[in-house]
C-alpha cells in the first residue's frame, strides 16, 4: 500500500506520538534465489528490466534446466522476527492469457504478524501449489521451469522473478555480476525494510 493510504497511517501515527521513523521501521524479508541459474546480463538486468506484475523490480534468471524445481525461500532479516507465507496469485504469465505461450506465473505474499510485508512472483513456470494455500516460507517447491512455444513473452527457458514491497520498495542484491553463476537460497533480494526510494533499486 503506497500512496494516500500510507500518508494516512504516517499521520495518525503522528497524532498518536509516534515519529515517521517508526511508521518506516518495517520488517525485511530476505529471498533466495529459487534455483541453480546465472544471474542476467544486458536489458534482463534489474536495472533495467520490465515489471509486468506492478513490483520493484525484476530479473531473468538464465542458463536454467527445463524441468528443474523452483522453490520458496525467504526469511526474516532479523532472526526473530516471525514470517509466514502464502500463495496469492496462479495466473498465466503472458499477458495473452496463453499457457503455450509462457506457462503460469505464482505470486508468494510475504507476512509478519497477519500484516502483508511484499510479495515474489516466479514466472514461465508449471506450477505445484494452489491459489490461496498457506505454505511454509523456506524451501517450498513452487513448481519447474517449463518449455514453450517461442513468443514475445517467452524466447527460452528462465525464471522471471519479480519482487514487491507492500509500504517502501524492493530492493536487488548489487553484489551479482552479470553471468555469474548462482546456486539455490543465495541471496538476491529485500522485500520489507526501507532499504530503497523507487523502483529498480540495488540494495545498499
Known amino acids: 500500500m503506497r500512496g494516500t493510504g500510507l ?6 501515527l503522528a497524532m498518536l506520538g509516534f515519529t515517521s521513523t517508526a511508521a518506516a521501521a518495517e520488517p525485511a524479508v530476505w529471498v533466495g534465489s529459487p534455483l541453480a541459474a546465472t544471474w542476467p546480463t544486458g536489458s534482463s538486468l ?33 532472526g526473530s522476527t516471525s514470517v509466514s507465507a502464502r ?20 505470486t508468494v505474499g510475504l507476512f509478519t504478524g497477519g500484516t502483508k510485508i511484499g510479495s515474489a512472483t516466479y514466472a514461465h513456470i508449471n506450477p505445484s501449489v494452489s491459489q490461496g494455500a498457506t505454505i511454509p516460507r523456506w524451501n517450498t517447491q513452487l513448481g ?5 512455444r517461442s513468443s514475445s513473452c517467452w524466447t527460452g527457458p528462465h525464471v522471471h522473478v519479480e519482487l514487491y514491497s507492500q509500504h ?27 532499504f530503497a526510494s523507487g523502483q529498480r533499486a540495488a540494495c545498499p
Request: hydrophobic share 40%.
Open 46 to 78: 534489474p536495472s533495467q528490466h520490465h515489471i509486468p506484475y506492478n513490483g520493484d523490480w525484476s530479473a531473468d534468471l538464465q542458463s536454467v534446466r527445463v524441468g528443474a524445481p523452483v522453490v520458496l525461500y525467504a526469511a526474516p532479516q532479523n
Open 144 to 148: 519447474v521451469v517449463g518449455n514453450y
Open 168 to 194: 517502501n520498495y524492493a530492493c536487488y542484491n548489487r553484489g551479482w555480476a552479470p553471468g555469474q553463476a548462482m546456486s539455490p537460497t543465495n541471496f538476491i533480494g529485500f522485500t520489507g525494510g526501507a
Open 7 to 12: 500518508l494516512a497511517i504516517t499521520f495518525l
Open 87 to 106: 500463495v496469492e496469485i496462479v495466473r498465466p504469465a503472458c499477458a495473452s492469457g496463453v499457457i503455450a505461450d509462457g506457462g503460469y506465473r505464482v
